[in-house]
C-alpha cells in the first residue's frame, strides 16, 4: 500500500541528502567541540548581547518547556520565542507549505464537522509524512536549544558575579571545616 501512495521519485533525492546530513551534523559536531574545549581552556568571555540585520539576540534564562510547547502549537513559534529569528521563520514557511500541500487543516476542519471520509480523501499522504519530522525537529531544536542557552546564561553570569564582586583573595578551601 506504501508503494502505491508514495512518488518514489522523491527516495532518489532524500537518500544523498540524508547522508550528507548525517555526515555533515558530525564534522560539524567535532568542529564545535574543539572550539568548545578552546574556549574553555581560555575562559572566554561570552557576547551576551548582539544586534545583527535580521535579529536581536540577547542571553536571557528561558523555560525549554515552554518553548517546546508554543512549537508543539505551531512549528517555529519555539524558535521566535528563544529569539532564533531566521531558523524560526524557516521552520514556519516549511509548515505552511507542508500544511498547504497536505491539505491538513482542510482535513481537521472536516473531521469535526463529522465527515470523516472526505477528511481522509482530501489528505495528501506524501506531504503528510513531513509532518512527524517537522515538529520532531521544532520541539527537540527548541527545548534543546533553550537548554544550551540558559546554561550558557548561568555561565556568564557566574563569571560576571566572581569578576565585579568577589575579591581577587577569596578562596575556597575545599575539605576544611571553618568554626
Given at each position: ?58 542571553l536571557d534564562k528561558r523555560n525549554p518547556f515552554l518553548a517546546a510547547l508554543w512549537s508543539l502549537f505551531m512549528p517555529g513559534l519555539g524558535q521566535l520565542y528563544i529569539h532564533r529569528i531566521v531558523s524560526g521563520f524557516v521552520v514556519i514557511i516549511w509548515s505552511i507549505v507542508f500544511f498547504y500541500y497536505s491539505h491538513m487543516l482542510e482535513g481537521v476542519s472536516l ?69
Amino acid at each position: 500500500m506504501a508503494k502505491e501512495v508514495l512518488d518514489t521519485r522523491w527516495l532518489l533525492i532524500y537518500i544523498p541528502v540524508y547522508i550528507f546530513a548525517i555526515w555533515d551534523s558530525y564534522r560539524t559536531t567535532v568542529d564545535l567541540n574543539n572550539i568548545y574545549i578552546l574556549t574553555e581552556r581560555e575562559n572566554h568571555k561570552i557576547n551576551s548581547f548582539s544586534i545583527g540585520a535580521l535579529e536581536i539576540n540577547y542571553l536571557d534564562k528561558r523555560n525549554p518547556f515552554l518553548a517546546a510547547l508554543w512549537s508543539l502549537f505551531m512549528p517555529g513559534l519555539g524558535q521566535l520565542y528563544i529569539h532564533r529569528i531566521v531558523s524560526g521563520f524557516v521552520v514556519i514557511i516549511w509548515s505552511i507549505v507542508f500544511f498547504y500541500y497536505s491539505h491538513m487543516l482542510e482535513g481537521v476542519s472536516l473531521l469535526f464537522l463529522g465527515e470523516i471520509e472526505r477528511a481522509t480523501s482530501v489528505l495528501n499522504p506524501e506531504w503528510l509524512l513531513m509532518f512527524p519530522s517537522l515538529y520532531g525537529f521544532a520541539i527537540v531544536d527548541a527545548y534543546m536549544n533553550t537548554v544550551e542557552n540558559n546554561k550558557l546564561y548561568e555561565k556568564e553570569q557566574r563569571r560576571f558575579l566572581k569578576e565585579q564582586y568577589q575579591g581577587r583573595t577569596f578562596r575556597i578551601l575545599k575539605g576544611k571545616k571553618l568554626i
